[in-house]
């Protein structure tokens, strides 16, 4: 399983341990991934992901699964958070 959240797409980054003495040594930053399970209004599915906080967090103030989805960016969704994306795309289509 990679360290990349599904649906901001944040991985780790790089930088350096420094000690008192001034030594660096490299070392990585990972972010905080949660398997969660969020549910989609539109097609009343629930879907398990693997998502970091910060994007729970926006995910929560955008007012759901559906709603972050419609605004996020294509580049950073993982191919499952694409899939969900365009079926709740051909939902809506067909509501309408």
Same mark, same amino acid.
């Given at each position: &399983? #990679?360290? %990349?959240?599904?649906? /901001?797409? =944040?991985?780790?980054? +790089?930088?350096?341990?420094?000690?008192?003495?001034?030594?660096?040594?490299?070392?990585?930053?990972?972010?905080?991934?949660?398997?969660?399970?969020? &549910? #989609?209004? %539109?097609?009343?599915? /629930?879907? =398990?992901?693997?998502? +970091?906080?910060?994007?729970?967090?926006?995910?929560?103030?955008?007012?759901?699964?559906?709603?972050?989805?419609?605004?996020?960016?294509?580049?950073?969704? #993982?191919?499952?958070?694409?899939?969900?994306? =365009?079926?709740?795309?051909?939902?809506?289509?067909?509501?309408?």
């Amino acid at each position: &399983m #990679s360290r %990349v959240c599904e649906l /901001s797409g =944040k991985g780790p980054m +790089s930088g350096n341990n420094i000690s008192h003495a001034n030594n660096k040594t490299r070392r990585r930053f990972l972010p905080n991934l949660n398997d969660v399970t969020l &549910m #989609s209004d %539109v097609l009343g599915q /629930s879907f =398990k992901l693997r998502v +970091s906080a910060a994007a729970l967090r926006t995910v929560d103030h955008r007012g759901g699964l559906d709603a972050f989805l419609a605004k996020a960016k294509d580049d950073e969704l #993982s191919d499952r958070a694409l899939k969900i994306k =365009k079926d709740i795309a051909k939902a809506q289509a067909a509501a309408a």
